[in-house]
C-alpha cells in the first residue's frame, strides 16, 4: 500500500490531477473487485443455498436480509460518514477523538432503539412481511450486530489511517 502525502495547510496534496484520477481509478478498481468477488460468489452459492432450503425459505430470508439493510441505513443516520469528514477536517486527536466518541455513542444509542423496538413489534413485522417470527428475531439481532460492526469497522478505519 503507498503512503499519500500529508495536506498541506490549503488542503492540498500536492498531487497533480492525472495522478489524483490515477490514485481514484485504482482505489475504485480495488473495492470494486470486492464488490464483484462478493456478488459472484452469490451467484455460485445460489444453488448449494436452495439445496438446502426450499425456495420460498430462501426468498424469505433474502426479504428479511433486504429490509435489515435498508434500516441499517436509515439506523445509521448517515454518522459513520460524518465521522469520517470530520476525522480527517480537524487533524488534532482531541477533535478526532469527539468525533469517534459522539458517532459511537449517537450509533449506538440509534441502534440499540432499533433493536428494542424491533424486539417488541416481531410478530407484527412478521405478519408484515409474511414470514416466521424466529426469521425476524435473527434479523432484528442481524440488524443490531450490522450497524455497531460498520460503525467499529470505521473507527479502526480512522484510527489506522
Same mark, same amino acid.
Given at each position: 500500500?503507498?503512503?499519500?502525502?500529508?495536506?498541506?495547510?490549503?488542503? /492540498?496534496?500536492? +498531487?497533480?490531477?492525472?495522478?489524483? +484520477? #490515477?490514485?481514484?481509478?485504482?482505489?475504485?478498481?480495488?473495492?470494486?473487485?470486492?464488490?464483484?468477488?462478493? /456478488? +459472484?460468489?452469490?451467484?455460485? @452459492?445460489?444453488?448449494?443455498?436452495?439445496? #438446502?432450503?426450499? #425456495? *420460498?425459505?430462501?426468498?424469505?430470508?433474502?426479504?428479511?436480509? =433486504?429490509? &435489515?439493510?435498508?434500516?441499517? &441505513?436509515?439506523? /445509521? @443516520?448517515?454518522?459513520?460518514?460524518?465521522?469520517?469528514?470530520?476525522?480527517?477536517?480537524?487533524?488534532?486527536?482531541? =477533535?478526532?477523538? /469527539?468525533?469517534?466518541?459522539?458517532?459511537?455513542?449517537?450509533?449506538?444509542?440509534?441502534?440499540?432503539?432499533?433493536?428494542? =423496538?424491533? @424486539?417488541?413489534? !416481531?410478530?407484527?413485522?412478521?405478519?408484515?412481511?409474511?414470514?416466521?417470527?424466529?426469521?425476524?428475531? !435473527?434479523?432484528?439481532?442481524?440488524?443490531?450486530? *450490522? &450497524?455497531?460492526?460498520?460503525?467499529? *469497522?470505521?473507527?479502526?478505519?480512522?484510527?489506522?489511517?
Amino acid at each position: 500500500m503507498t503512503s499519500e502525502p500529508e495536506p498541506d495547510d490549503t488542503g /492540498k496534496t500536492g +498531487l497533480s490531477v492525472g495522478q489524483r +484520477l #490515477r490514485q481514484l481509478a485504482s482505489h475504485s478498481v480495488v473495492y470494486g473487485l470486492g464488490g464483484l468477488a462478493a /456478488k +459472484l460468489v452469490g451467484i455460485f @452459492l445460489l444453488p448449494v443455498y436452495t439445496h #438446502r432450503v426450499s #425456495r *420460498t425459505d430462501y426468498g424469505e430470508v433474502e426479504l428479511v436480509m =433486504a429490509v &435489515i439493510a435498508a434500516l441499517a &441505513i436509515a439506523l /445509521k @443516520l448517515g454518522l459513520i460518514n460524518a465521522m469520517f469528514r470530520f476525522s480527517f477536517v480537524d487533524r488534532t486527536a482531541e =477533535a478526532r477523538e /469527539k468525533a469517534m466518541q459522539t458517532s459511537f455513542s449517537s450509533v449506538l444509542v440509534t441502534s440499540t432503539i432499533g433493536l428494542i =423496538a424491533g @424486539l417488541v413489534l !416481531i410478530d407484527p413485522i412478521a405478519r408484515l412481511l409474511d414470514v416466521d417470527s424466529t426469521l425476524v428475531l !435473527i434479523g432484528v439481532f442481524g440488524l443490531w450486530v *450490522t &450497524i455497531n460492526y460498520d460503525l467499529l *469497522t470505521a473507527i479502526y478505519l480512522s484510527l489506522i489511517h
